[in-house]
C-alpha cells in the first residue's frame, strides 16, 4: 500500500501567534475541534475529549507531541479509534503571508495506519479537516 497523505493549505486575517494558540491552547482548540486535557507541549501525550450531554469525557483523539517551534511549526502524532494501535502524523506549518498567515496541514500515513477500507476513513478524514478548518476561521477572524 502506498503512502497516503491529505494536504490542506487555509488562510487567515490574524497573525501567526495568534492561529498557533488555536492549535496549541487546550480550551482554543475546543473552539474548533476538540477540547485538550492539558496545552500542547513539546515531548508530551496529548488527549483531545468530547463532553456527552449527560457531562461524560470521553478521549476520541490521542498522540504525541514530537516537534514545537512556536509559532511556526508543530509535528504531532495522531490515533483515532479505527487506527488500533497505529498512528498517523499530522505537520502544522504557520507562516506569514499578506499581513496574516498561512497554515498548512499534512497529515501522513493514514492508509498504513487504516489497512483495508482506507479509502472510506482517508474520505471522511478529508472532509473533517475542512469543517474543521471552517470553524477555525470563524473562531480566529
Not at 23 to 52: F, M, R, V
Not at 55 to 74: Q, R
Amino acid at each position: 500500500m502506498t503512502t497516503t497523505t491529505i494536504h490542506k493549505t487555509v488562510f487567515f486575517n490574524a497573525k501567526p501567534e495568534v492561529v498557533w494558540s488555536f492549535l496549541t491552547d487546550k480550551d482554543k482548540l475546543g473552539t474548533w475541534y476538540h477540547p485538550a486535557k492539558e496545552d500542547l507541549a513539546e515531548g508530551q501525550d496529548y488527549a483531545l475529549i468530547e463532553t456527552s450531554d449527560d457531562g461524560v469525557e470521553k478521549t476520541i483523539i490521542t498522540g504525541k507531541v514530537k516537534e514545537m517551534s512556536a509559532p511556526h511549526k508543530l509535528v504531532t502524532t495522531f490515533v483515532i479509534g479505527p487506527f488500533g494501535e497505529n498512528s498517523t502524523t499530522l505537520t502544522w506549518v504557520l507562516e506569514a503571508f499578506a499581513d496574516g498567515t498561512r497554515l498548512s496541514l499534512k497529515h501522513e500515513g493514514i492508509a498504513e495506519a487504516a489497512g483495508e477500507g482506507a479509502i472510506g476513513l482517508l474520505m471522511a478524514l478529508d472532509k473533517g479537516w475542512d469543517e474543521h478548518f471552517g470553524t477555525l476561521r470563524s473562531s480566529v477572524n
